[in-house]
């Protein structure tokens, strides 16, 4: 009866340091899916910013040839308008 009672003692002071390690592991890994999750929502963030910055430079360029355009458009239906500058 002693002995059973040594062996349960050892299974649970066994299974309590298992318990300890595996509560320490788990809280290495909540911290890495943490990290894990800031970075990917960095980089989405990153590329959704970029992805905005490039719409908005494609706009500003698209504007700018439009308004070189009309400019062009104007030199040309009226040659005297700009031709005093380009002499200067």
Do not use: W, Y
């Amino acid at each position: 009866m002693h002995n059973r009672i040594k062996r349960l003692e050892e299974l649970v002071n066994g299974a309590s340091e298992l318990i300890a390690r595996l509560k320490e592991e788990n809280e290495v890994l909540k911290q890495q899916v943490e990290l894990l999750g800031a970075a990917r929502n960095k980089s989405a963030s990153n590329t959704a910013a970029a992805r905005e910055l490039a719409e908005f430079k494609a706009k500003v360029r698209r504007r700018l040839e439009r308004l070189c355009a009309k400019i062009e458009k104007a030199n040309d239906l009226q040659p005297a308008l700009f031709e005093d500058e380009d002499a200067e």
